[in-house]
């Protein structure tokens, strides 16, 4: 029985002893870990600078271009078409557009000076008749019915004549709308009639914009309206250009079926050979009042499920990992609220890698 006893006794100790050999191995694996964390080298960064601004939300919009002038030319006369512009034809201010046949009018203006010579002659002879009576009625050897009946023809013959003269007036402005002129300059789009063809006054014979004037129409929610002003400048993009125009006209008078209101903006004159009426424009609409806020650039924005977080990066080059909210961004900054004041750096490059108190390196951008 004792050699059993001490047996069991030496198993024991020897037990112990792989144990606490066990433990000395972890600690001292441990104790290297650490030691070669702490003498690890300064991971490299690029950091950017948090920044006080005024970001204003922005919705983007569609609108179209439009020419703020583009009329239907219209026939001036009743007649036939003698000629017409070319669709695609670039025609100056008053020049002509539309040629009528002028030959039954100038017929007509003929016709009616001859009728004011027959006039005045018809005057003139009922002046004569008037005098003689005059003269008659002094001696007794005219009657007074006679002398009033050939002053009333005579009157008649005066208004005859002005009558005339009118009617001459109204021929000379057929004959001016006969040939319709360009009330701008501008571009002829379409032509919905042909030389040869009889066509009534008021008829449509061509389609004529101005390409040099130019405007974006787009139709905002009315719950914006608050934000949108005359004079106010507003972000235009399409075909890769962005530019910066005026608000020229706020209508609030909201479409009872969409809730909206038209706002048009002046497009700068140098865009008219890149866009053109018709096209599609994307425009940054206001949707909240502007006010200042901390921003990072995006890419000092760190996703993870628990949250989004930056890497700040403190005076002595250890870096903190901040848990912070995102709020409005334009283009590449967004808002930011956390333990962030301004002024500091956070890392937008390299920070994903970075462990809490790890020491780092700057790298110029």
């Not at 600078?49 to 204003?56: P, S």
């Not at 009118?166 to 002129?181: M, S």
């Amino acid at each position: 029985m004792s050699k059993l006893r001490q047996y069991f006794y030496q198993s024991k100790n020897k037990s112990k002893s792989r144990l606490l050999a066990a433990g000395i191995l972890f600690s001292l694996n441990a104790l290297s870990c650490w030691s070669w964390a702490q003498e690890a080298p300064a991971s490299p960064v690029k950091v950017d600078t948090v920044t006080r601004e005024v970001l204003a939300a922005t919705a983007d919009l569609m609108g179209t271009v439009y020419s703020r002038s583009d009329v239907q030319i219209t026939a001036g006369v009743n007649g036939r078409l003698a000629w017409l512009a070319e669709p695609g034809s670039f025609v100056e201010q008053d020049q002509v557009l539309v040629k009528m046949d002028l030959l039954p009018l100038q017929l007509q203006q003929a016709e009616q000076t001859a009728e004011i010579k027959r006039a005045e002659i018809n005057m003139r002879y009922q002046q004569h008749e008037l005098t003689r009576l005059q003269t008659l009625i002094k001696t007794k050897a005219a009657s007074q019915f006679q002398l009033d009946q050939t002053r009333s023809r005579y009157e008649l013959a005066v208004m005859d004549i002005e009558i005339a003269r009118l009617k001459l007036k109204q021929i000379e402005d057929q004959l001016t709308r006969a040939t319709v002129t360009a009330p701008y300059s501008g571009v002829v789009t379409e032509r919905l009639a042909r030389a040869g063809s009889d066509v009534n006054r008021s008829d449509v014979l061509l389609k004529f914009l101005d390409t040099e004037q130019l405007e974006v129409r787009v139709y905002v929610p009315v719950k914006y309206l608050p934000y949108v002003r005359k004079g106010k400048s507003l972000n235009l993009t399409a075909t890769g250009q962005q530019v910066s125009a005026d608000v020229t006209a706020v209508i609030p008078s909201a479409d009872h079926r969409s809730q909206t209101f038209e706002v048009r903006i002046a497009l700068p004159q140098h865009l008219n050979e890149a866009w053109t009426a018709g096209q599609l424009i994307k425009v940054g609409v206001p949707v909240q009042n502007t006010e200042a806020a901390l921003t990072v650039h995006r890419d000092a924005l760190i996703l993870r499920k628990d949250g989004t977080y930056v890497v700040k990066v403190d005076r002595d080059n250890k870096v903190r990992r901040l848990q912070v909210s995102v709020g409005e961004g334009v283009r590449d900054r967004v808002s930011v609220t956390g333990e962030l004041v301004d002024g500091d750096k956070v890392a937008i490059r390299g920070a994903e890698r970075l462990n809490e108190g790890q020491s780092v390196v700057i790298q110029s951008l």
